[in-house]
């Protein structure tokens, strides 16, 4: 939610661990990059975009598609604190990514089970849908190949952004 995602980001860690791990999840969070895309993403693929703008350019491992993602404020401010030669970030395991997660989500009070691919329905659901980003567009930032996949996975977000909109239309009436 958008308030367990802010609880998430104020929240400070002493362990450097902790720091990398919340730091890689808040930036899938803010660019719906899956963990192999994550890890694998590198500075060469930060370029400067047609609006000047800096964007992630790659191709998706598991579809082979092209990816454009623009760069969000929040994830830009987290690309700066690891700005090295070839990987963007350091290298973490899956699974200790996961348990980190894990110790996480007790530490901030965050009830759900944190997974890297949290970070990516986030993405699309937090920070695209909830503000009313087109589905089209979800489609695209995820790289799915078919915007069949994305429906599949992101209508009841939809639905329930109709509902509450069609709740607050009644109590405004």
């Known amino acids: 939610s958008p308030e367990e995602l802010q609880a998430l980001e104020n929240h400070s860690f002493s362990q450097p661990k902790l720091q990398l791990v919340q730091n890689l999840f808040v930036f899938s969070c803010y660019t719906g990059l899956p963990y192999n895309e994550l890890l694998n993403l590198k500075n060469n693929n930060i370029i400067k975009g ?19 993602i623009p ?9 700066e604190k690891y700005s090295t030669e070839g ?30 691919h949290m970070a990516r329905r986030t993405f699309a659901s937090t920070v695209l849908l909830y503000n009313d980003v087109p589905m089209e567009i979800v489609s695209e930032l995820l790289g ?16 329930k952004k109709i509902s509450l909109e069609m ?4 109590g405004s009436g």
């Open 50 to 68: 047609f609006d000047g703008n800096l964007w992630i350019k790659m191709k998706r491992e598991k579809t082979a598609k092209e990816l454009s």
């Open 71 to 79: 760069l969000l404020p929040k994830a830009l401010e987290i690309l």
């Open 87 to 116: 990987l963007v970030f350091p290298r973490i395991s899956n699974q200790r990514y996961n348990s980190y997660l894990k110790e996480i989500a007790d530490l901030v009070g965050i009830e759900k089970k944190m997974t890297t």
């Open 144 to 159: 799915h190949s078919s915007m069949k996949i994305t429906q599949d996975s992101y209508g009841k977000v939809v639905q």
């Open 167 to 170: 709740n607050r239309l009644k």
